[in-house]
Nanobody
Framework: QVQLVESGGGLVQAGGSLRLSCAASGYTFGRYAVAWFRQSPGKEREFVAG????????DYADSVKGRFTISKDNAKNTLYLQMNSLKPEDTAVYYC??????????????????WGQGTQVTVSS
């Protein structure tokens, strides 16, 4: 049974930083694509960052390029999202997601099969 548990969210002032973690059990990173998404009230879930199955290629939403970095720790089977220079518009619930069969990064939420419960990030102005 796949379980993804996010942590690291919180309240931060604009310009600050947070690091989100996604610990996996029942799933070994490095087989299929993984990603971070976020969702704000009244908006659709949107792609933030992702890794291909082999950790070689990454992709970022234009809105976070240069500010967010996706990374992983194989030994801990954990995915991270380092978020710097945070803006109020980054406020959202952040989710990690993994595919059960896709090796390429896709920005469509429907293409990911397993999701964490989400962690709230709030950026005050």
């Amino acid at each position: 049974q796949v379980q993804l548990v996010e942590s690291g969210g919180g309240l931060v002032q604009a310009g600050g930083s947070l690091r989100l973690s996604c610990a996996a059990s029942g799933y070994t990173f490095g087989r299929y694509a993984v990603a971070w998404f976020r969702q704000s009230p009244g908006k659709e879930r949107e792609f933030v960052a992702g890794f291909t199955w082999n950790w070689v290629n990454t992709d970022y939403a234009d809105s976070v390029k240069g500010r967010f970095t996706i990374s992983k720790d194989n030994a801990k089977n954990t995915l991270y999202l380092q978020m710097n220079s945070l803006k109020p518009e980054d406020t959202a619930v952040y989710y990690c997601a993994v595919s059960g069969n896709r090796v390429r990064i896709t920005t469509r939420a429907d293409d990911y099969d397993y999701w964490g419960q989400g962690t709230q990030v709030t950026v005050s102005s």
